[in-house]
């Protein structure tokens, strides 16, 4: 049995506590309520579009979160744009965590091919 599968659990992991992070640090600062109880479950949505639809339903799922929260446009969209930068720079570098550890174990699809550049982009433009 490969290693395909548990990498995969691994990078969803990931990209949900990025999305909870994200998340959380921008509800918090921002607009000043909390990220608990059924709201817990929004991160893991975040991070399943993120990972099968791309960037851009993924960041229009954020906005929508934080106009259904209450929040004014302009609020929403400052909100959704540190969030999602939050949730990026986490994406990224789990991305080359996964890269690195793909490649010393031989795992396909996580291995690391051509320059850094390359890498990252494959990690954000999905």
């Known amino acids: 049995m490969g290693l395909e599968v548990p990498f995969e659990l691994l990078e ?25 109880g059924g709201l817990l479950t ?13 960037f851009l ?3 229009i799922l954020v906005v929508l979160f ?15 744009v540190f969030a999602f930068t939050l949730f990026l720079i986490g994406a990224i570098a789990s991305t080359l965590t996964l890269g690195i550890l793909g490649t010393a174990l031989s795992v396909p699809g996580y291995e690391i091919h051509g320059t850094l550049e390359e890498l990252l982009h494959r990690a954000v433009m999905r």
């Open 12 to 36: 969803l992991f990931f990209l949900t506590l990025s999305a909870y992070w994200g998340l959380k640090t921008t509800v918090e600062a921002l607009t000043y309520l909390r990220l608990r």
């Open 42 to 54: 929004f991160p893991f949505l975040f991070a399943l579009a993120f990972k099968y639809f791309g």
């Open 57 to 59: 339903p993924s960041f």
């Open 66 to 80: 934080f106009l259904l929260k209450g929040n004014g446009l302009v609020l929403s969209l400052t909100a959704s």
